[in-house]
């Protein structure tokens, strides 16, 4: 049986890469911190491993001892209070995670790393996606380039057989970013940053974790797969499909983008740490074209979507409400 190591186990996207893994019939052992909360994790059959990676010697001995057939790389920070600590826990993190693996001597058949769309950055409107997920990359985030940091970082371990998968916006149960928009929904309000146009791109949490064990038993290796559900959609189409779901009718506000980051600067200088509403993080809520193309995955990892926006909308609500989230 292979042994897998997921790290950021505890987070929204871990849980699901666990459950994908079990019903691929991996052992897996779930990558946390000591003061993370695990209650959503204790009624699945794995192991906890407590992960310091600063510590590049003791990581290494912790892979030497149980010999990991496989890791998936998903710890990071989405939200950090400055530049130097997205590097610090985006890129440093998994150098020193890299570092270990070499230090440690195992062999691993797959190390896939959770990077991001947002490490390529978005385009014009009007632009056409290349057919090619290789781009040159103009991140316009500090998370952004972050991801991309740890990307160039990666290519220069070409002895381990590593993957990069780069989601784009990752929506479904137990996420709390885009709740926070289903929620206003709830509240019977639509607002929008502007009125420009805008290509968005969507992609269900259980999708991506397919696609993470496809790319585990695929038979490439350094290389990057954009993930989406292959279908692009217009700024309106997420209220639009929520709305219809719950059955609601919502007043569409169109907020002043010098409004917006006056309040997001406020925010920053109000808060301990860092508002999920930030002055950097404008850029890429307000970015024209976050289209992305799936075709090298689909061909090279026989990845395929199974949830459309609805579909997965639709399984999304009926957790949060299940869950008396809204």
């Known amino acids: 049986m292979r042994k897998v190591l997921i790290t950021g186990a505890s987070g929204f996207l871990g ?14 052992h779930a990558g946390v911190r000591p003061s993370s909360d695990v209650a959503h ?22 892979l030497q001892k149980q010999q990991y057939s496989d890791i998936i790389h998903a710890a990071g ?37 959770f990077s991001s769309l947002a490490a390529v950055g978005p385009k014009a409107y009007e632009a056409k996606w290349p057919e090619q ?6 991140p316009v985030t500090l998370y952004g380039k972050s991801k991309l940091l740890a990307e160039q970082l990666l290519k220069q371990y070409a002895q381990i057989p590593w ?19 289903f929620k206003t ?18 992609v269900y949490v259980k999708d991506v974790a397919q696609a993470a064990i496809r790319a585990l038993n695929g038979q490439f290796i350094h290389t990057c797969y954009d ?3 292959g279908n692009s959609y217009d700024r309106y189409a997420l209220a639009k499909v929520t709305k219809g779901l719950l059955g609601i009718r919502t007043l569409r506000i169109h907020m002043p983008l010098t409004l917006i980051r006056w309040i997001a600067g406020i925010a920053e200088a109000t ?24 075709i090298r995955i689909q061909k090279e990892l026989g990845y395929q979507p199974d949830f459309t926006l609805e579909k997965g909308m639709r399984e999304t609500l009926d957790w949060y409400t299940g869950n008396h989230w809204l």
């Not at 989601?167 to 709740?179: H, N, S, V």
Request: aromatic content about 10%.
């Open 41 to 62: 994790l204790q009624h699945l059959e794995i192991s906890f491993v407590n992960l310091d990676f600063r510590d590049v010697p003791g990581m290494a001995a912790l």
């Open 77 to 113: 920070a989405t939200r950090a209070k400055n530049e130097a600590a997205f590097n610090e826990i985006n890129a440093g993190y998994t150098d020193n995670l890299l570092k270990a693996i070499v230090q440690s001597g195992i062999k691993l058949n797959r190390f896939v790393y």
């Open 271 to 294: 808060s301990k740490g860092m508002p999920l509403l930030n002055r950097d993080r404008l850029n890429e809520l307000t970015a024209q074209n976050w289209n992305c193309n799936i």
């Open 15 to 28: 849980f699901h890469l666990i459950e994908a893994a079990l019903a691929a019939g991996m052992e897996v």
């Open 185 to 202: 929904y709830g509240w019977r309000l639509e607002p929008y940053m502007g009125k420009g146009p805008q290509q968005l791109s969507f």
């Open 163 to 181: 993957v990069v998968l780069r989601p784009t916006a990752i929506y479904g149960p137990r996420d709390k970013d885009l709740f926070v928009l």
């Open 227 to 229: 993930v989406s559900d």
């Open 133 to 138: 997920d290789e781009v040159s990359p103009a």
